[in-house]
């Protein structure tokens, strides 16, 4: 066949025959956008208000109620459903529709399932469900009830898609799926997220509406204290749920339930047995795990499991000394361990997207059901009538038999036999009609008597259809019972439980019991933490117990009594402070090394830690310094109470001297330094005037070339002074033994130095009823009562404290009262004495 051509002037003449319609292009694409964004809202995303479905759950649930696939009757293949929903109801992919029913069979999705599964439909670990040709399924028996009365004109029906089927556009829901299941989605501009809730709980609450529409919602929240989700887990907090019930929109903090036990070497096994609502375990255990790698989580040595025949457990292990409350805490704050539910009440109310709180919620399904009710009853109402017709006609056919009879034989067909039974007794077609259907055994007497007697019953049965009609009280009665009846079949416990008191930003200091603690340091700058009573009380002059495992070329420098909750300051030989909890310190064995300070400090590279002073109360105190060459200075206290990570200038010092010690003082208490030549000087505090935290500071005790401090205190710590030389010998003598002396003394000898005592390696004021913790540079350690120890002349050299061996010194001692009680320990004297000899000096 050939081609046609098309002139120029033919063209001219279809555009002339052409309307158009000029519209701003703006225009245009704003009203095709909204109708778009309206068809995604109406017909897919936003479920309607009524039943709590979107378009998809209510044709799938429907294409199973078509299918006759009740709970009453055996499963059959997914895929049956699927392609019935795709190919009447549905026009989309496969994919969405079985996605969808397979969400319906999940009980860790839906807190009351609506499709009954045979076979794998996923689970709370990740995993998806299978292929639609392996599973089976059928209506929940939950799911049956939001059919009843369907075929009662209950609801609307519309035609499907391509006009073939009709389908309905809301199911009568007896049940009240929107609240008690919730729902999520997400539409153009616009998503919905509904918690679910319990139905014991939602039951009472729709009663208390229904039954006083004036009430407030506090009043529901009498009965119906939250969301209730199908994990458990636990709320934290009431704003959250406050605020959506009142508003609508809210954010509920949820948080995993656990338990943990102790196992062998101070290790816990963390046992997860409820997580957050939408949350997997496979994906909790690769965040955890890349938490662990890059080192944001410590503490963690196992972790694994998943859901079991008995309900979740995921397990995680702890290494040694973890506190199984600190570490949840920073998966909380770090994993969907906790998470955010964040409520946007959003559903369709007569076709329009509406936010709505808790009582409009709860109204619309009233409103609902009584729509549905009235809609049945009318439905039964016209049926019951419809019946009475026909048993009045049939009434009057019985009660003349033999005249029905006669016309019925001389009629020549059953048109003519209808004519003359209407002409004969005045009745309507449809009865006519019914009479000539009527059995000859419906002549009996018995049968008779059964007309009547089904007569006077639909008579009286309409009366009270009428009546129904008439009365909203037993509107809201009847609705009431239908509810105590699925209560009954289905209602059960709230599974999570809500405290209002928590909050969900817990310090992990909270979560640390408050104990008494030893922390120790060794040269080389290794820090561990200890119990108070890992040490029991030895007789003076005992050998010790090992305390801690140095390296061979590591002495023990530092024993600081303290409790978990104390600061602690951190002073450098760079004239640096810095500040970390006493709990931040890592758990050790008494026989284990610590760890470096640099893992728990943020130290410069090259700074080492001179001095340790735990802090309680930073107000109306000061902070006195000195340093190895007797340089002294005085700051307050408060100028310290923030420090960075990074640390802070204490104060400035001068080449070739180190920071020895810092002290707290307060107004006119005594000073006391004492040198390594067995001198000691006493003055009171304000000698030194106050002076800016990076001052350099003043003399404080004159000493030779070769004499380095090695004893701060002050006149708080006791009346007695303590004298200990290296090797272990010591004595106390009463401070009144030694002179007033200005700052800048050479001071008045307290400990006679010869080869026996050693030098002198630390002097300090004390009450005299403490326990003493002795450490030796081997790293032995002996604790006893400073009461066993003699008082004797300042001039004299002392008696055996501690028995040391050759080539082994006393490195460091530290006072605390004897009961060991926490008041005690936060106001026990504190010595973190820095042993320094010449050749450390130079």
Known sequence: MGTKTITIEEIREQLKKTKLNDRPIVKELETSFLEYAMSVIVARALPDARDGFKPVHRRVLYAAYALGMTSDKPHKKSARIVGEVIGKYHPHGDTAAYDTMARLAQDFSMRYPLIDGHGNFGSIGGDSPAAMRYTEARLSKLADTMMMNLEKDSVNFVDNYDGSEIEPVVLPAAFPNMLANGSSGIAVGMATNIPPHNLNELAEAIKIVARNPECSIADIKTVLHGPDFPTGAEIIGGTGIDDYFNTGRGSVTLRAKYSYKELPNDKHRITITEIPYM??????????????????????ANLGGGPTRDGLRFII???????????????????????????????????????????????????????????????????????????????????????????????????????KLMTNFKLTEIQAKAILEMRLKSLSGLERKKIEEELLQLKTSIIDLNEILKSHDRQIKIIEDELNVLVKKFGDERRTTIDIAATADIDDEDLIPIEDVIITMSSRGYLKRLPIDTYRVQRRGGVGVIGLQTHEDDDVEKIIAASTHTDLLFFTDAGKVYRIRGHQVPLGSRQAKGIPAINVINIEKGEKILSILPVDDYQNADLFFTTVRGISKKTNLVEFERINKSGKIAITLKDGDKLFKVIKVHADQEIYMGASNGNMVRFVENQVRAMGRTAAGVHGMNLGDKDIIVGLSNSADGPLILSVGAKGVGKLTPVEEYRMTKRNAKGVRTLKVTPKTG????????????????ITSTGKVIRFSLATVSQIGRSTSGVKLMNVDEGEKVQSITMFTADSSADDMANAPIDTDLIENEEQLK
């Open 279 to 300: 949350v997997t375990t496979t994906a909790l255990e690769n965040k955890i795990t890349d938490l662990v790698n890059a080192g944001a989580v410590e503490g963690i």
């Open 317 to 419: 292990e702890t290494k040694k000394g973890i506190i199984p409350e600190v570490l949840m805490n920073q998966l909380f704050k770090a994993t969907q361990l906790q998470t955010n539910f964040s409520v946007n009440m959003l559903a369709l109310v007569n076709g329009e997207p509406k936010i709505l709180n808790i009582k409009e919620a709860i109204q619309i399904y009233i409103t609902h059901q009584i729509e549905v009710l009235t809609r049945r009853i009318k439905f039964d109402l016209r049926k019951a009538k419809e019946r009475e017709h026909i048993l009045e006609g049939l009434h009057i056919a019985t009660g003349h038999i033999d005249e029905v009879i006669s016309i019925i034989r001389k009629a020549n067909d059953n048109e003519e036999a209808c004519k």
């Open 759 to 774: 030098k002198l390696i630390y002097v300090g004021a004390v009450k005299g009823d403490e326990d003493a913790l002795m």
